[in-house]
């Protein structure tokens, strides 16, 4: 599927599913991909995300399946460090400003510092098995890893100023 709207909004999802598989006992797998990017509606508040899935069950005799799945985000924008403009901000920069190209902006606007990236994924390997008479096992062995890298300027209402970025990842 595509999508396409305002502010260079984009989408597009792939989806792959085998269905049944009679060479490998009758497996299935599905996997997709997703893509969005957007400019969004304020300047340089931009967005990009990227997705992927994968899943494949294995049947191990007639009551026992093995689970296999992946999947992992990235996603990446760009936080306008003006959160509430006022209204001769407003008159002076029109209502979508957000952020500047300028890497010395004082006030602390720069685009290039401030944005989010974020990363996530999981995987698992699953056991499901019907031992008869109403009785079952399922377990599950996984890993899961989530990263916020914040690159944004410091909250300036009580410490650094917007142009000391301590602590902030360069």
């Known amino acids: 599927t595509l999508s396409d709207g305002s502010y260079n909004t984009f989408l597009s999802h792939t989806e792959l599913n085998t269905g049944l598989l009679p060479d490998h006992n009758n497996a299935t797998a599905i996997a997709s991909y997703q893509y969005m990017s957007s400019d969004g509606y304020h300047t340089f508040g931009t967005l990009m995300r990227n997705t992927y899935f994968v899943k494949y069950i294995q ?12 999947t992992y985000n990235n996603i990446k924008f760009n ?7 006022t209204q001769l901000q407003i008159y002076q920069l029109g209502r979508n400003f957000a952020q500047t ?8 606007n720069d685009y290039q510092r401030n944005h989010q990236e ?6 698992y390997i699953g056991l499901n098995t019907d031992l008869g008479s109403g ?4 377990d ?5 890893d989530y990263n916020n890298v914040s690159h944004e300027s410091p909250n300036t209402n009580s410490g650094p100023s917007k142009t000391d970025f301590g602590g902030q990842v360069d």
């Open 59 to 70: 049947p191990v005799g007639r009551n026992t399946t093995i689970t296999f799945l992946a």
């Open 79 to 85: 936080n306008p460090n003006l959160t509430t403009p």
């Open 101 to 108: 190209d300028n890497p010395f902006d004082v006030n602390g």
């Open 118 to 123: 974020k990363h996530a994924d999981m995987e």
């Open 135 to 138: 009785w079952k096992i399922e």
């Open 140 to 144: 599950k062995l996984y890993t899961f």
